[in-house]
């Protein structure tokens, strides 16, 4: 038999025969093609590469990629994606969540599994609604929303995923549009080729419950106002012929939006997504008003820290290399270890 | 002086002091010491939930009971033949267990005035005749300690903290106990502190020498060994041998051990033990929450590893809908209960069993997985293994329901030999399982285990997807089918339903008994010990154990209805009675106790006698 021949995927080899049940509309289905279309890239075999989610709209997500899947339950991906991870370092393991999902009833697993830096790959779909359940207010939704279990307003302040996922000691933070599929494509090669947790959010229009949580950030005419692209290495400009610029007043804790006529060029922020201090990365995820105005887009942070799988297998495989028995000669010998007497 | 020596055929100790007065190092010591010996020995710590209660009082009292036998024996025993109280507290706790003439080993030096008003004492008991009906050895513990150890460079407080030590050289004396492993002990436990070591073990041999001379003690004791069959032994917990049976069943499939835990009284123990088992591929992690245990353990099933949890019942709880999940993915998952007193906290340290109705049915939907309980601390071993085994074959959560009776106590055990340990190989899946050749079906069933493939990632040309969400018959894909849902909900409980486990057994010495004394998990000891008195009255009665809970044996039924009547005592309020009634249209006699004790033996005989005069 020859070896078999390494063929090369495209979008379709990644396409289930599973009927997308999503609402027609709905930015799922763009994030969806996005990310098939991109995992051929990877070249990662199909067969290695694992979708975990848990409960919501964008939970579905694995029935619709032609890979290993699983759709667990309400905000739990995280913890089964760590299990299957740890004891699995040869596999691509992705987790889709949502706002609900990641944010709320599944907020301890994320902050945990962001800690240790499990090698996973996290894509959370923030629309800012609880879409599936049809239309209550979420974790992300805005103080004062008008939804279905909050007629009077929600009196609850968000999140702001970044920024848990930063105060969590994420390694590796960015945020997307659903909308900019080239855009999206790049941050997830960049989380993908990130080795530890990787946490992406990516803002997609719920057309039934929330629609037009994001135009502003898509709009043709207000976007390259609103939206900040962060590229490493490129001082921190955006608008019309980059008529606005970040800059960190001296004194100040954060980092601000100016014109950039009023200040000089050296004063503008240099992106660099290594820094260490995961203040910087902070200070840009603070940066975005309730308006939306100022959100930066990007990689905000990639650090190299050693995931938890690495650190666990390379304890096992220490263990493991002063071994030379077989298991059963081991077992035996663990068996009667301590202090033990014969009757004859 | 030549001291007298006397045979006894059984002896039950209790060492009880302050939660910080290395008690139950005491009894394992010593317990280990009377292993040696080759006594059959059952052992019965029992200790508060808090690390350190405050000093001298009765919640903060810490005991250890050690049951040693020239006969084999079921039991922790039910009254002590000697206590060493190291406290007035100690003695206060533990009175009301001693049969008149038991003997009393008293640290004179803890019975200040202020540590009997702590207790309530208005005289000191070892002054006036409360104590008239024992045999008291007021012993000064802690002063003839440091006096021993005045040569040696420790300190006040390390030398007064190895008191227990000199209560150990005594008890060894007096029973004639070879101490040479505790020796050894103190060599590994102290190793980097040599000063440790030898005050430590000038503290056991001044208590040692103090039995050999004071005239105080007159008589040693001797218990011979018991005749037990031929093999190596050692001396182990229910935890520690669970702990085992995990390792072996990671080694007898030839798959990896994943433990996902969160740390939960009694359940830690299996957590630290098999985290220094990684050269056997080990893994451990110590999750956020139980949920997340839980739910590595499962993603790691998925992954093909053995996925284990370990808990107690108020872990098992909050794993509810994860094990509900695994029923519906039909991946096999290992869920350990150590049982405690509850509800909620409860008494964290003391036994019950009590989550019985939460295994069988503590889950939403139609969700039905097997539950198997061992019987002894050995048993815990070949529990593990049968609970494993199951997971492996069937593809289904197993729930084993220990508790902290057995997985706290000890008892020697003969170690198997590794070969005869049940195969627990599996084959995952490897090609398309459909007619065409080319098509995978990830339900699609062996008819025989009725159990799915196993196709774990990696696997090329079987991706697949598996979820929560109501899946065809075969195909896995997502239905909502009426026919479909009826067709799995009642597939998934012929599964468990249709697993093979093996016929109860009766012991019926007599041949002619016209009751059944029932029982399941940690209660075989108390209930045999019982069954044995009622027999040597001359009475006949049968026991039968149960092991497997869900499914039951095939032959339970039938063994249950040729009996005038059967006894169901539990450590509950009858929740395998309620079972066996619904099941089995059986009216049982349900007998309970929930006081975070064993049965004792004592107990069940007088029940079971009274039953008997009305047969």
Not at chain 1, 293 to 299: D, E, L, Q, S
Not at chain 2, 430 to 459: H, M, Q, S, V
Not at chain 2, 569 to 596: F, K, T
């Amino acid at each position: 038999m020859s070896e078999p021949v390494a063929v090369k995927l495209t979008a379709k080899d990644f396409k289930s025969d599973q009927e997308v049940r999503w609402c027609p509309g709905c930015g799922d289905y763009a994030i969806l093609a996005a990310i098939q279309q991109f995992m051929p890239e990877l070249n990662i075999p199909r067969e290695r590469t694992v979708f975990v989610s848990g409960i919501g709209c964008s939970s579905r997500f694995p029935y619709y990629m032609n890979t290993y899947g699983m759709h667990s339950i309400h905000g739990r991906a995280p913890a089964i994606a760590t299990g299957l991870s740890v004891s699995r370092p040869d596999l691509s393991v992705w987790v889709v969540t949502g706002d609900g999902d990641a944010l709320s009833i599944g907020g301890n697993h994320l902050i945990h599994a962001l800690r240790r830096n499990v090698n996973l790959k996290i894509l959370l779909f923030n629309n800012r609604i609880y879409g599936l359940t049809k239309g209550q207010y979420s974790p992300t939704s805005e103080v004062g929303k008008v939804t279905k279990s909050t007629p009077a307003g929600s009196a609850d302040a968000p999140f702001n995923p970044l920024s848990l996922a930063l105060g969590a000691e994420a390694s590796f933070v960015g945020r997307t549009i659903d909308s900019d599929r080239k855009h999206l494509q790049s941050v997830l090669r960049a989380a993908a080729e990130h080795e530890g947790s990787a946490f992406v959010e990516i803002y997609q229009n719920c057309n039934i419950f929330n629609d037009g949580a994001f135009d502003q950030l898509k709009d043709p005419s207000t976007r390259d106002d609103y939206l900040i692209r962060l590229e490493h290495g490129q001082p921190i400009t955006f608008g019309a012929d980059g008529r606005f610029c970040v800059v960190h007043p001296p004194g100040g804790f954060g980092l601000e939006v100016r014109d950039t006529s009023s200040v000089r060029p050296e004063e503008i922020v240099v992106h660099d997504a290594t820094v260490t201090d995961p203040a910087y990365a902070f200070a840009l995820s603070r940066l975005p008003g309730l308006d939306l105005r100022n959100t930066p887009i990007g990689v905000f942070r990639s650090v190299d820290r050693p995931s938890y799988d690495s650190v666990v297998q390379a304890q096992l495989a220490a263990a493991k290399a002063k071994v030379t028995e077989t298991p059963e000669q081991q077992l035996a010998g663990l068996l009667g270890s301590g202090d033990t007497w014969t009757i004859l | 002086m030549t001291k007298q020596i006397r045979q006894l055929d059984r002896v039950v100790i209790r060492f009880a002091g302050d939660s910080g007065d290395g008690m139950q190092l005491t009894g394992d010591r010593f317990t280990s010491e009377t292993a040696q010996l080759g006594n059959d020995i059952s052992t019965l710590p029992n200790f508060p939930a808090e690390i350190r209660a405050p000093a001298g009082t009765l919640p903060g009292v810490s005991s250890f009971q050690v049951h040693f036998a020239d006969y084999d024996i079921l039991t922790p025993g039910d009254a002590p033949n000697v206590l060493v109280a190291m406290n007035p507290a100690a003695l206060k706790a533990n009175l009301a267990d001693l049969p008149r003439g038991a003997d009393i080993i008293v640290n004179t030096d803890e019975f200040t005035k202020r540590n009997l008003a702590k207790v309530g004492y208005q005289s000191s008991p070892l002054d006036d005749d409360s104590l008239a009906g024992y045999v008291v050895h007021p012993v000064a513990l802690t002063s003839m300690t440091v006096g021993a150890l005045a040569a040696h460079e420790v300190s006040k407080k390390d030398a007064e903290r190895s008191k227990n030590m000199f209560a150990l050289g005594l008890l060894s004396w007096m029973y004639s106990r070879p101490y040479e492993s505790t020796l050894r002990f103190l060599e590994r436990k102290f190793a980097a502190r040599p000063e440790l070591v030898a005050a430590n073990v000038a503290a056991f041999k001044a208590g040692w020498n103090f039995g050999e001379t004071t005239e105080d003690f007159g008589v040693r004791y001797e218990v011979k060994p018991a005749k037990m069959k031929p093999g190596t032994y050692r001396n182990i917990t229910g935890n520690a041998a669970l702990s085992l049976g995990l390792v072996a069943a990671g080694v007898r499939s030839g798959l990896p051990v994943f433990l996902g835990a969160y740390p939960i009284t009694p359940a830690s123990d299996i957590l630290h033990e098999l985290s220094k088992h990684k050269r056997f591929g080990v893994i451990t992690v110590q999750a956020e929450d139980e949920i997340a245990a839980v739910g590595a353990a499962l993603g790691a099933s998925y992954g093909g590893s053995l996925g284990v949890t370990t808990t107690s019942g108020p872990g098992v709880a909050l794993k509810s809908e994860t094990i509900s999940l695994a029923v519906a993915l039909e991946l096999p998952l290992v869920i350990v209960d150590v049982q405690r007193a509850g509800p909620s906290t409860g008494m964290p340290t003391k036994t019950e069993q009590a989550d019985l109705n939460m295994a069988l049915y503590g889950r939403h939907g139609e969700a039905p997985v097997a539950v198997i309980a061992p019987r002894s601390p050995s048993d815990c071993f070949f529990a593990a293994l049968e609970a494993a085994r199951i997971a492996l074959t069937y593809r289904t959560p197993v729930i084993l329901l220990s508790d902290n009776y057995v997985a706290n106590g000890s008892e020697p055990w003969l170690l198997p030999d590794v070969e005869s340990l049940p195969d627990l190989r599996v084959e995952f899946a490897t090609k398309p399982n459909g007619e065409d050749g080319t098509t995978f079906l990830p339900y699609l069933r062996d008819p025989e285990t009725l159990a799915r493939p196993w196709a774990i990632p990696g696997t090329a040309g079987l991706e697949h997807r598996i979820g929560g969400l109501e899946k065809a018959d075969k195909t896995g894909d997502i239905s909502y089918d009426p026919a479909n849902h009826d067709f799995m909900v009642r597939t998934r409980a012929a599964r468990i339903e249709t697993i093979p486990v093996p016929d109860i057994e009766v012991e019926d010495p007599d041949g002619d008994a016209r009751v059944l004394v029932l029982g399941w998990g940690s209660t075989y000891g108390p209930i045999g010990a019982a069954c044995r008195g009622v027999r040597q009255r001359g009475l006949s009665i049968a026991q039968a154990h149960l092991r497997h809970l869900a499914p039951m044996p095939a032959n339970l039924g039938e063994v249950l209805r040729s009996y005038d009547k059967v006894v169901i005592p539990e450590m509950n309020l009858g929740q395998l009675a309620h079972v066996i009634r619904a099941r089995y249209l059986v009216d049982a006699i349900s007998y309970n106790q929930v006081r975070g004790l064993p049965f004792t033996a004592a107990e069940l005989e007088t029940t079971l006698e009274e039953v008997l005069k009305n047969v």
